[in-house]
């Protein structure tokens, strides 16, 4: 079992709908949880970060984490067409600079 | 953005031939990362550095090499590529704040095909 499960999708929704993408994980020392956002042929960028619990908002973007059932969700609010691209979950377990473990990434489109 | 340049963007390549692929940053930064991206395996992180001359192994390490000679440089060479290597490979870079941050800043990868 991998560690980092993401359903990779994909994932087509109307302009203006709630998308709400989904990892799971094995590994119950992971504290520190990511949401990447990738456009096609360019590299990942960082869109959200939570440390243990809860959940963080940012503008139409929610990143929910329930370790006790290992699971993380990114919410979008009022989808747009630019918010199509591919969401990668990541985590990791250490307060250092161990290297983050990435699920395999969600591709999204936001249909006009 | 990130000052991070990959180079060369795109190759082919024939089975046997090595490669290097060059990753250079301006930001001083100390970590450097090597990944590379597949349908349907995500991103795997191939090597990483964490400081000049010092590298680690990743989880798919095997039929690469990486060096740091340079804080700005990091070079992933692969000895003898062969047709499993055709794929995206991505450098990243953080400095020192990954727990605190979550970031790590990425090129804007190479593509490289082996025929």
């Known amino acids: 079992q991998k560690e980092v499960e993401q359903d990779p999708g994909p994932l087509s929704v109307p302009e203006g709908a709630i998308v709400s993408l989904n990892c799971t994980y094995s590994n119950s020392a992971f504290q520190y949880f990511m949401w990447y956002r990738q456009y096609s042929r360019k590299g990942p960028e960082l869109l959200m970060y939570t440390y243990s619990s809860g959940n963080k908002e940012d503008g139409r973007f929610t990143a929910q984490v329930d370790k006790s059932s290992k699971y993380i969700s990114l919410f979008i609010r009022d989808s747009q067409p630019s918010d199509s691209a591919t969401y990668l979950c990541a985590m990791s377990w250490n307060s250092g600079n161990t290297p983050l473990v990435f699920g395999k990434g969600t591709r999204l489109s936001v249909i006009a | 953005d990130a000052g991070i340049t990959q180079s060369p963007r795109h190759k082919v390549t024939e089975t046997g031939t090595p490669v290097t692929l060059r990753c250079h940053q301006t930001?001083?930064?100390?970590?450097m990362y090597w990944y590379r991206q597949d349908p349907g395996h995500g991103l795997r992180l191939i090597h990483y550095s964490y400081g000049v001359k010092d590298t680690d192994k990743g989880e798919v390490s095997d039929g690469y090499s990486v060096s740091r000679s340079k804080t700005e440089d990091f070079l992933l060479t692969l000895e003898s590529a062969t047709s499993s290597q055709t794929s995206v490979y991505f450098c990243a870079i953080s400095d020192g704040g990954l727990a605190r941050t979550g970031e790590l800043f990425f090129g804007e990868g190479s593509r490289l095909t082996v025929l």
């Open positions: 930001e001083n930064h100390r970590y």
